[in-house]
Nanobody, 125 residues
């Protein structure tokens, strides 16, 4: 069974940088399109970034464009989210997810069928 596990969250001050990781096991990593979502306290799940299985396409939410970079390392079966210039509004539990085969709505959580448990990011002074 395919499993996703996030890591790298923590407590940082505004303006800091941090990199999240999503390790994928139990499947063929190189054929999976993947995405990051986040859920802030008291809010619904929010799309953050997407990367196509072959790396040819990436998508970012407007709120993180220019600050976050999504990437993948096929050799390590790991997806990353490099986060720069972090803001308090970025505070959330960050989840990685695998897009289901045939899905096209890359920014919609209904397109994803396997999810990690999440890693907490807190940005505060």
């Amino acid at each position: 069974q395919v499993q996703l596990q996030e890591s790298g969250g923590g407590l940082v001050q505004p303006g800091a940088s941090l990199r999240l990781s999503c390790a994928v096991s139990g499947g063929s990593f190189n054929i999976y399109s993947l995405a990051w979502f986040r859920r802030a306290l008291g809010k619904e799940l929010e799309f953050v970034a997407f990367i196509m299985w072959n790396g040819e396409k990436t998508i970012y939410a407007d709120s993180v464009k220019g600050r976050f970079t999504i990437s993948r390392d096929n050799g390590e079966s790991t997806m990353y989210l490099q986060m720069n210039e972090l803001k308090p509004e970025d505070t959330a539990v960050y989840h990685c997810a695998r897009r289901r085969f045939g899905a096209t709505a890359n920014e919609n959580d209904v397109s994803y069928d396997v999810w990690g448990q999440g890693t907490q990011l807190t940005v505060a002074s």
